[in-house]
């Protein structure tokens, strides 16, 4: 396994062009809805694109810190707030570019490993989801993260991130394989956990039917590491946030020893 910082960087490459056809079973839009609820409840931002103010403008601005394909950051578009989009991947982005021309819609994407975050303002909310988060191997750099954060919220502004749990790697994912075969692609998708590390390693082996026809196999690794509820919060308040709500991402309720994937929010609370 490589050294953390490294081994992420070059994901997302031929997995990017098929990544929605084989993430068609996520609610996105459920997830819309939710997120929409919790900025309603905690945040600042409004849905309201064309304030007349400057401060307002940063306020209702919404970051989506590891946006992907863009699917749900045109959903919350489509809600009425101001997007931004930031990913490390080339190859996703160029499909959320490819949504944007078609959708029309004013969202701004930036090309940046959210390690290395850099803002032109503050905005009013950022939200990481689909275990983004998780990418990040080393407990500091995830520390760093977190100041960036809370470094570009507009005062008292709110961060929204979920993260998937040391027990859905240890006892649900890892050391398992799955694979699925569809018309113009399969999969096979082979996983590999490092109890000491609580690190997870997916080998994904790709086969993407080309124009021709015939089908090109490719292959990319993907390290995921585990956390903790308590280790999560920590670092998450080192980054200078306060927490606010905790929640098991799939019930809404209570996080306990089985949740695989929680539900943060966390305030700006000074710099």
């Given at each position: 396994m490589r050294d953390s910082g490294e081994?992420?960087?070059?994901?997302?490459?031929?997995?990017?062009?098929?990544?929605?056809?084989l993430?068609?079973?996520?609610?996105?839009?459920?997830?819309?809805?939710?997120?929409?609820?919790?900025?309603?409840?905690?945040?600042?931002?409004?849905?309201?694109?064309?304030?007349?103010?400057?401060?307002?403008?940063?306020?209702?601005?919404?970051?989506?810190?590891?946006?992907?394909?863009?699917?749900?950051?045109?959903?919350?578009?489509?809600?009425?707030?101001?997007?931004?989009?930031?990913?490390?991947?080339?190859?996703?982005?160029?499909?959320?570019?490819?949504k944007r021309e078609k959708s029309g819609y004013h969202i701004l994407y930036l090309q940046q490993d959210m390690r290395e975050l850099e803002l032109y303002s503050t905005v009013g909310t950022i939200y990481s989801v689909c275990d983004s988060l998780n990418y990040i191997l080393d407990e500091e750099e995830l520390v760093s993260v977190f100041r960036l954060v809370n470094n570009y919220l507009y005062p008292k502004g709110i961060f929204i991130f979920d993260f998937n749990t040391v027990y859905k790697y240890e006892k649900v994912i890892g050391e398992t394989t799955i694979a699925e075969n569809r018309e113009?692609?399969?999969?096979?998708?082979?996983?590999?956990?490092?109890?000491?590390?609580?690190?997870?390693?997916?080998?994904?082996?790709?086969?993407?039917?080309?124009?021709?026809?015939?089908?090109?196999?490719?292959?990319?690794?993907?390290?995921?590491?585990?956390?903790?509820?308590?280790?999560?919060?920590?670092?998450?308040?080192?980054?200078?946030?306060?927490i606010l709500q905790v929640t098991d991402a799939d019930t809404g309720e209570a996080v306990t020893d089985e949740s695989e994937r929680v539900f943060i929010v966390a305030r700006e609370q000074g710099k």
């Open positions: 081994e992420n960087r070059d994901s997302y490459h031929d997995f990017a062009q098929v990544y929605d056809e993430m068609d079973n996520v609610s996105y839009e459920l997830w819309c809805l939710r997120l929409c609820g919790l900025i309603e409840k905690y945040g600042v931002s409004k849905p309201e694109r064309d304030a007349a103010d400057a401060l307002a403008s940063e306020r209702n601005l919404v970051l989506d810190l590891g946006c992907g394909t863009g699917t749900l950051t045109e959903l919350m578009y489509q809600k009425g707030y101001d997007m931004m989009g930031v990913d490390l991947s080339g190859d996703m982005l160029g499909k959320a570019l490819e113009d692609c399969s999969f096979i998708w082979e996983n590999y956990y490092d109890p000491e590390k609580e690190i997870n390693e997916y080998d994904l082996t790709l086969f993407i039917q080309e124009s021709n026809g015939l089908f090109q196999k490719s292959a990319e690794t993907h390290y995921q590491r585990g956390y903790r509820v308590e280790q999560m919060k920590e670092m998450a308040e080192r980054g200078g946030l306060k």
